[in-house]
């Protein structure tokens, strides 16, 4: 709290040279360019952890059964620079390990990567076979675009309407931004939500008129087997309860991953590392060192689906490796109406929208 204080006339600066650069977007002194055919934006106002990649990959499930589609992202912490199209040859360090992940699950789907966003979506454009829609992941403060439909995330724990900007708080800019979304969801839900909670927390939130507000919650799924050790245990993670288990992470926020597997494992210990992070012969050593420290005689390791992309299983020997895949799910009818709301935008688009 005291750091956060000291710290609060850089968060005033930062304030302000972030309004600024809003309001000229806004007045139209910085220009936006914006498209004939449909743009999606999911990001959110603060600095990681939402949940943006899951529900990339659950808007780009919805659409790719009829939609030639494309999802161009930064790639954050890949070796490469400028525009990228994913191939064959690609690996996370070329394109980053979330749009590796992307890439990996849904192999008829364009993957690019590019940190100036207009750029990529022209040369998405110009491809002999030029996809339909374009998902674009963690743009929102990317306003040199302007897409089509603005879908916001917040956490359920840390709501942007709590919080404030850089460096006192998490905030990439100021709350007020908000207003350009179109869909704010409410991400990492509890699975038992009731009414009354979703109503106080929308009323928190304040959304406007024209805005819709949605809850997800992760949905966990069988553990996937990395290695032949893992695979003659199976997938089923209450497997686990005989297991001390080692939690290996390298995400914004590993909390519900490190819960969620606390329940089934009979011992846990911990491995994070910073998110994007790519793993090195030195963080081998450390893991199988973290490995055995568990006290049980029977050990495994269990990885995000993110992080098992840029895992070489090899390292670990007879140490069975998994990754727990995740799902993201909807509140009672809202997964219906959410999906609704994206197939309608895709659907009527116009050019003059």
């Known amino acids: 709290m005291f750091l956060r204080i000291i710290l609060l006339p850089f968060t005033l600066i930062y304030s302000i040279v972030v309004r600024l650069r809003n309001f000229f977007y806004d007045i139209g002194l910085l220009k936006s360019t914006s498209y004939d055919f449909p743009t999606i934006v999911v990001g959110n106002l603060s600095v990681g952890g939402t949940g943006k990649t899951p529900h990339t990959d659950f808007i780009l499930s919805i659409l790719k ?18 525009y990228k199209l994913a191939d064959s040859g690609d690996r996370p360090s070329t394109i980053g390990d979330e749009p590796f992940q992307i890439f990996s699950k849904h192999p008829e789907i364009l ?3 590019d940190e100036k966003r207009k750029r990529g979506i022209e040369k998405l454009r110009a491809l002999p076979s030029a996809p339909q829609l374009i998902v674009l992941d963690d743009a929102f403060q990317h306003r040199r675009v302007k897409a089509g439909l603005n879908i916001l995330l917040t956490d359920y724990s840390k709501l942007f309407i709590n919080d404030i900007v850089l460096p006192s708080g998490r905030l990439r800019e100021p709350k007020t931004a908000a207003k350009r979304a179109d869909i704010i969801v409410v991400t990492k839900s509890p699975k038992v939500l009731s009414p009354l909670e979703i109503r106080r927390i929308t009323n928190e939130l304040k959304p406007k008129a024209y805005q819709k507000v949605f809850f997800s919650f992760i949905d966990y799924q069988n553990l996937r087997p990395l290695n032949v050790a893992a695979k003659e245990i199976g997938e089923s993670i209450s497997n686990m309860k005989n297991f001390g288990v080692l939690a290996l992470s390298a995400i914004a926020n590993p909390k519900p991953f490190e819960l969620h597997l606390n329940r089934y494992a009979k011992e846990i210990n911990y491995v994070r590392f910073r998110d994007h992070h790519f793993f090195n012969e030195k963080d081998y050593q ?3 060192e973290k490995v055995s420290e568990l006290f049980s005689p029977q050990k495994a390791i269990v990885t995000t689906e ?20 995740i799902e993201i799910k909807f509140h009672k009818h809202e997964e219906e109406d959410f999906t609704k709301e994206i197939k309608d935008y895709v659907r009527s688009y116009t050019r003059e929208r």
């Open 65 to 82: 059964k009829d939609y030639l589609s494309a999802v161009l992202s930064r790639g954050y912490g890949r070796k490469t620079k400028g």
């Open 111 to 113: 993957v690019a990567v």
């Open 286 to 288: 450390k893991i199988k």
């Open 306 to 325: 993110k992080d098992a992309v840029k895992l070489d299983v090899n390292k670990f020997g007879e140490i069975p490796v998994f990754s727990l895949p």
